[in-house]
């Protein structure tokens, strides 16, 4: 039934797309992949200084991890990393799926988007970022955000 809905979606999306060629400009193949930590959250090493990276649908945070089949999961791993700027603590709540795109990684020959609205104590603007499941990528912390200690 999930996937019934899924592909149904799926046809109605792509069927608004002009075109069936990705949009996305931030997945690499040759990415390393990615590790959890001992708080069952990915690694995160580098900071990203492009302010597109995350905020724009064109460069999503690329969370593809093949040890796992759970569509969420990864999305907490990735989320649960990250603070708010001054280390402040983050909530957030996934808004909806977007933006469908070709790729190998799903059965169904797509994928979408995940966009979550993340908030901290202190801020004036709730932020939106994008995140691909199917795609690997470097994963980096986005502008305006530091990593959990």
Do not use: H
């Amino acid at each position: 039934m999930k996937k019934s809905i899924f592909f149904i979606a799926l046809l109605i999306g792509m069927a608004s797309c002009s075109s069936t060629q990705s949009t996305l400009k931030n997945t690499d193949d040759n990415a390393p992949n990615l590790t959890l930590s001992k708080d069952n959250t990915f690694v995160i090493t580098e900071y990203s200084k492009d302010k597109k990276y995350g905020y724009d649908k064109d460069y999503p945070i690329n969370i593809f991890f093949n040890n796992t089949k759970n569509e969420s999961i990864n999305q907490g791993r990735f989320l649960n990393a990250l603070a708010g700027p001054n280390g402040e603590k983050i909530t957030f709540t996934k808004l909806e799926n977007c933006c469908p795109f070709p790729t190998k990684r799903s059965e169904l020959g797509a994928g979408f988007l995940d966009v979550y609205e993340l908030k901290w104590e202190g801020q004036k603007k709730p932020v939106t970022l994008y995140l691909n499941i199917y795609e690997k990528g470097i994963l980096m912390v986005p502008v305006g955000f530091s990593l959990k200690k």
